[in-house]
């Protein structure tokens, strides 16, 4: 009998239908060829709020995916007006970040968008219009990997989908807003557009072969920086990478400027403008060998932030996690739990952490927690918490040696001064037969020699790592 070949899963589009005619047209084809081609389609309208219509738009792609047998899904969002960046870049950052949780929940490999050739034109003379580089001016391509963003009507035109729309008798919506001119999109397109057709009447051909040209050339300087960042001795980081800054600053401000880009894209970090790259790197050519410096970076992700960090002829490109809590934590005797947006492990030792022998627990307790992962209890009037520093404590790491300030401990163990504050320190509190507090560890970077297990006894290894959505 022969073997059988595992069946691989078909390929999951999910459609962004906005109820207007491209997208409506794209609904229709792709339903049509889902039946001669492997994959399985989903359609998702984003409700912005912002028009009277909205729910009238709801209402349609719900009927016509309902009439076309598609799977049907709809959200709606919070457009910030407040935001700063514009109400179309905000609403557009809101309507992806509702669409890629879709698809993360779907497991569907592709976010499906109806953006045209003149979608193309548009998107990258306003790059032009502000000044932007390669990357900006490359617009559009037909798969962003990235963010899984799949745009398979590049190459037709908005003719082209009208008339298909108009033949087939499709139902679709229009958006009073495109005829506003004050976004500047719709000025381009209702405009500026129009008049340069007139002249040119190849130039939505035009433009999409220069944006293909600066795809190719931003493909050349990625594979360049690539090379750079590897010859820059990258290495992972908590919650980042570093570079060697006297080999970064070799390769002179050109291709370091790029070498930077690069970085922060690969580390999910939106690009600073070229103003803000160059006060950078100003700063980051000229730092002292010795001096700390810290510079703020924007992560893609709501309210994350990020930070580029010079320290020790090496430059950090880290997040920035939440605070420990104020709160302080007590031990259950697991394995994990919860603190804040942090998640705290609690690890079973030879030899290492803090000494459970003085916690007064039975031999018997830790095997039944290594083989079982039975939670281990204290010697009755113990606790073991932890606690954000407050400043001034001091361990005894070393029996031999005077105790020492935490501040002291970190720089003799070359922790970086923005990670210190993460570090919380650990208290045994005992409230028989007296009331009591002795710090015994910095987690378990430093642990008082007083506390410390005998080489084939066990410990407990305490160790932070925040939690996803917190980094």
């Keep these: 009998m022969a073997a059988q070949t595992p069946q691989t899963a078909p390929v999951h589009l999910l459609l962004a239908l906005s109820g207007g005619v491209d997208s409506i047209v794209l609904l229709h084809a792709l339903a049509q060829f889902s039946s001669r081609l492997p994959y399985t389609l989903s359609a998702m309208h984003i409700h912005h709020g912002l028009s009277p219509h909205a729910d009238e738009w709801l209402s349609l792609c719900e009927r016509v995916c309902q009439q076309l047998g598609i799977a049907f899904y709809s959200a709606n969002v919070h457009v910030n007006l407040q935001s700063g960046q514009g109400i179309e870049a905000t609403a557009r950052e809101a309507r992806?970040?509702?669409?890629?949780?879709?698809?993360?929940?779907?497991?569907?490999?592709?976010?499906?968008?109806a953006h045209h050739m003149q979608d193309q034109s548009e998107t990258l003379l306003l790059?032009?219009?502000?000044?932007?580089?390669?990357?900006?001016?490359?617009?559009?391509?037909?798969?962003?990997?990235?963010r899984k963003l799949f745009r398979p009507l590049l190459q037709v035109s908005k003719a082209d989908i009208l008339?298909?729309?108009?033949?087939?008798?499709?139902?679709?919506?229009?958006?009073?807003?495109?005829?506003d001119i004050s976004y500047d999109r719709n000025f381009m397109r209702q405009t500026v557009m129009p008049v340069m057709r007139e002249r040119y009447p190849q130039l939505d051909s035009a433009l999409a072969r220069s944006a293909s040209h600066m795809a190719e050339a931003q493909s050349l300087l990625d594979t360049l920086a690539g090379q750079d960042i590897a010859a820059c001795d990258v290495r992972e980081e908590w919650l980042g990478q570093s570079v060697d800054i006297q080999r970064l600053r070799q390769l002179g401000d050109a291709r370091a400027k790029n070498m930077l880009r690069y970085w922060f894209q690969q580390l999910d970090l939106r690009m600073p403008n070229t103003e803000q790259l160059q006060n950078y790197w100003q700063q980051l050519s000229t730092v002292k060998p010795h001096r700390y410096l810290h510079l703020p970076l924007q992560g893609?992700?709501?309210?994350?932030?990020?930070?580029l960090h010079h320290y020790q002829q090496r430059l950090y490109c880290v997040g920035k996690p939440a605070a420990l809590p104020k709160t302080p934590?007590?031990?259950?005797?697991?394995?994990?739990?919860?603190?804040?947006?942090?998640?705290?492990?609690?690890?079973?030792?030879?030899?290492?952490?803090?000494a459970l022998a003085r916690l007064g627990v039975h031999p018997a307790a830790i095997t039944l927690n290594k083989r079982y992962g039975q939670a281990i209890t204290l010697a009755q009037g113990l606790e073991l918490m932890l606690f954000a520093r407050a400043g001034g404590e001091s361990l005894q790491p070393d029996a031999k040696r005077p105790r020492r300030e935490l501040k002291v401990i970190f720089q003799m163990l070359a922790i970086p001064p923005w990670q210190r504050a993460f570090y919380p320190?650990?208290?045994?509190?005992?409230?028989?037969?007296?009331?009591?507090?002795?710090?015994?560890s910095l987690a378990s970077l430093a642990i008082d020699a007083a506390w410390r297990p005998g080489r084939n006894a066990y410990g407990l290894e305490i160790s932070l790592q925040p939690l996803p959505n917190h980094a």
Excluded at 96 to 113: G, N, S
């Design 329 to 354: 934590l007590v031990w259950q005797g697991g394995k994990s739990q919860i603190w804040g947006d942090w998640q705290v492990q609690f690890k079973v030792s030879k030899g290492r952490g803090i």
């Design 96 to 113: 992806y970040q509702a669409l890629d949780q879709m698809r993360q929940q779907l497991d569907a490999q592709a976010i499906v968008t």
């Design 425 to 440: 320190v650990v208290n045994v509190i005992a409230t028989q037969p007296s009331h009591s507090q002795t710090l015994v």
């Design 163 to 179: 008339q298909q729309a108009t033949a087939l008798q499709y139902q679709w919506v229009e958006d009073e807003s495109n005829t």
């Design 300 to 307: 893609q992700a709501v309210k994350r932030q990020a930070y």
């Design 127 to 146: 790059q032009l219009m502000r000044g932007a580089g390669v990357k900006g001016l490359s617009a559009m391509g037909d798969w962003d990997a990235e």
